[in-house]
T-cell receptor, first 114, second 111 residues
Framework: EAGVTQFPSHSVIEKGQTVTLRCDPI?????LYWYRRVMGKEIKFLLH????????ESGMPNNRFLAERTGGTYSTLKVQPAELEDSGVYFC????????????FGPGTRLTVL | DQQVKQNSPSLSVQEGRISILNCDYT??????FLWYKKYPAEGPTFLIS?????DKNEDGRFTVFLNKSAKHLSLHIVPSQPGDSAVYFC??????????FGAGTTVTVRA
């Protein structure tokens, strides 16, 4: 069974540009999450989808970040316009039904904003 | 506001000895706790978990202990092996699904 995949693995952009990150969850997982780790600190929650609906977006830093989940399958996270402080590693995770079900993480996208 | 704290950024242990990683939390609503392991350039992988109704959970070489009154949990790895060298994250959640992570502890197992 394929795990969570993320694309691209690395992205280097200039301040003010737009970047779109993609996540493909494990097939059949209704729950999809985005997290971010900045500068080797803690991994912070960004948002949670249940199928195509945003269940919780309390961790989204500001309105420069837009997440979508088309048809309840893959998800995209767009940053527009990117700022220097957006640099970090963005992880996607997916899980089955219950909050105690394991969240499986993808390898992450390392975003560098210059 | 960091609700999960790992106060030891690093730990060095000799192969075959015990590794003890500690974690403290502040949110009394947390009722499920997890440890994740992360290798460089990879995502975190689930290691072991414990529900707040228990005080110990064991899986092979890994044991997690929970002390609710102290809002403290620990991970014991016995015996430590070279492949255990990684960053270990403590995490906690309530029924809102989102995981709150600590900053991680880098474990180095010396031969």
């Amino acid at each position: 069974e394929a795990g969570v995949t993320q694309f691209p693995s690395h992205s280097v952009i200039e301040k003010g540009q737009t970047v779109t990150l993609r996540c493909d969850p494990i097939s059949g997982h209704d729950n999809l999450y985005w997290y971010r780790r900045v500068m080797g600190k803690e991994i912070k929650f960004l948002l949670h989808f249940v199928k195509e609906s945003k269940q919780d977006e309390s961790g989204m830093p500001n309105n420069r970040f837009l997440a979508e989940r088309t048809g309840g399958t893959y998800s995209t996270l767009k940053v527009q316009p990117a700022e220097l402080e957006d640099s970090g590693v963005y992880f996607c995770a997916s899980s089955q039904l219950r909050f105690t079900d394991t969240q499986y993480f993808g390898p992450g996208t390392r975003l560098t904003v210059l | 506001d960091q609700q999960v704290k790992q106060n030891s950024p690093s730990l060095s242990v000799q192969e075959g000895r015990i590794s003890i990683l500690n974690c403290d939390y502040t949110n009394s609503m947390f009722d499920y706790f997890l440890w994740y392991k992360k290798y460089p350039a990879e995502g975190p992988t689930f290691l072991i978990s414990i529900s707040s109704i228990k005080d110990k959970n064991e899986d092979g070489r890994f044991t997690v202990f929970l002390n609710k009154s102290a809002k403290h949990l620990s991970l014991h790895i016995v015996p430590s092996q070279p492949g255990d060298s990684a960053v270990y994250f403590c995490a906690a959640t309530s029924n809102d699904y989102k995981l709150s992570f600590g900053a991680g502890t880098t474990v180095t197992v010396r031969a």
